[in-house]
């Protein structure tokens, strides 16, 4: 093919995306019908094999047990931009879309980011001998950080290091070749026409397993001789509201425990209770600081009633760092495409993404677009601007990659040269073990 100018490369790249519009909400739809968690994506994996295998991008495959990664090759291979969508599920059995047996459903918009990233695939398949990198489509497991006690298990039986799918991507060395990335993910939208939200900041987490060992005996005719290890967990949570006001609100600290195990019968005084919880912070310094404080409240309350309380402490995901010259070529591109009227930088963000462990190791934008009905993770969760959710964003997207990589991605290499990683993949390893070692 002849050379184009960059502005047709990136009307043809537009024109490709909305001519797919058909196949890619079709598995968008498919993969929101069948609905499963992480490191269980086994159908996904399947939806997402074929895809790749109808537009023939080569593939391989059982990346953290489900990933699956493709390649599209540049006229040279200077550089690498990786485009993830997430293939795991979120657990709301109350959505009216939830798997009746393990009601999961996507109400976090992961089967909207497997379309984005087949969006901007089929977008740039036809002009990648313009462009001066490759491109890496990677479907990935595992985002959503739930079922830490299933997790732990995997980690145990030595099927997986980490709970988390781009931090196991990250240890097999999935990531080695690849010099930045790219995802996006769906919000809440201000407006009828939906919006584009440059990626900002996030909290990061430690994940908790916390187990109370008590003494059984019976509840209601020798309550004296049993050591309640369901009152122990109580304290333990209470105790750590009572230090809630000791926090830095610019720590932006999160606790928000649940119980997984409460006791056996009624009539017997609990002897063993496990409570799973995030404790999440801003900052690095913060996470570990916080959860120092948490873990001393959650013994506590052991202490009370003399039971024993057992705390393992799990890597959760680092805090999210957006590059900012990615995110202005982002905010260039959708202004084209949104209007700058709907184009605004986020503001910190108090949940997570291990999309923030990638970002500590190499430049990552993680735009959020508001296209839906409802908040994330709810029953009321739909889409509303499917404009914005299957088409605009996905244009924006591949116009930053043709930005990066054209004109012998000096774009790439700008953004190279100007970023400063945090960490490497072996201090990046090194720091979730000591978390796992509770040092």
Known sequence: MSRMTKEEVKQRVCEAIVNAQPRLREIAESIMDEPELGYKEVKTSKKVRDMFDSLGIPY????????????????????????????????????????????????????????NMFAVAIGLQSVMDQLAGDVVIFAVPAEEMVEVDYRNKLREQGKIKYLGGKQQLIYEGAFDDVDMAMQMHVET???????????????????????????????????HE?????????????????????????????????INQGGTLVNC??????????????????????????NRALKAGGDAVGATCVIKDLPGYLPMRNDEHMNELLRNNSNQIFGEENVYQG?????????????????????????????????????????????????????????????????????????????????????????AKSE
Not at 71 to 89: C, F, P, Q
Not at 211 to 223: D, S
Not at 371 to 378: D, E, F, K, P, Q
């Open 347 to 435: 503001e910190h963000m108090t949940a997570s993404t291990d999309m923030g462990d990638v970002s500590h190791l190499m430049p990552v934008i993680h735009p959020w677009v508001g296209c839906i009905n409802g908040v994330l993770h709810s029953a009321e969760y739909e889409i509303t601007v499917p404009e914005v959710a299957y088409i605009k964003t996905a244009q924006a997207l591949a116009m930053t990659i043709v930005d990066l990589l054209y004109d012998d991605a000096a774009g790439a290499k700008d953004v190279l040269d100007k970023f400063i990683p945090v960490l490497n993949k072996q201090s990046y390893i090194e720091f979730l073990d000591r978390i």
């Open 60 to 115: 391989t495959t059982d990346h953290a047990l489900t990933g699956v990664k493709g390649r599209m090759k540049g006229k040279d291979s200077k550089y690498t931009v990786a485009m993830i969508g997430e293939l795991d599920a979120i657990l709301c059995p109350r959505h009216p879309r939830a798997d009746d047996l393990t009601g999961a459903a996507h109400c976090c918009g992961h089967n909207i980011q497997i379309a």
């Open 189 to 223: 939208a201000k407006t009828p026409a939906g919006e584009m939200g440059l990626g900002s900041t996030s909290n990061g987490f430690v994940a908790k397993l916390i187990e109370y060992h008590g003494k059984v005996a019976h509840a209601a005719a020798a309550p």
């Open 269 to 294: 005084v609990p002897d063993y209770v496990q409570v799973e919880s995030f404790v999440r912070a801003a900052n690095i310094d913060a996470i570990v600081d916080c959860n120092n404080r948490v």
């Open 226 to 258: 049993g050591v309640n290890a369901l009152n122990a967990a109580l304290l333990g949570v209470m105790g750590v509201n009572s230090i809630r006001e000791t926090f830095k609100e610019s720590d932006c600290f999160r606790f928000h425990p649940i």
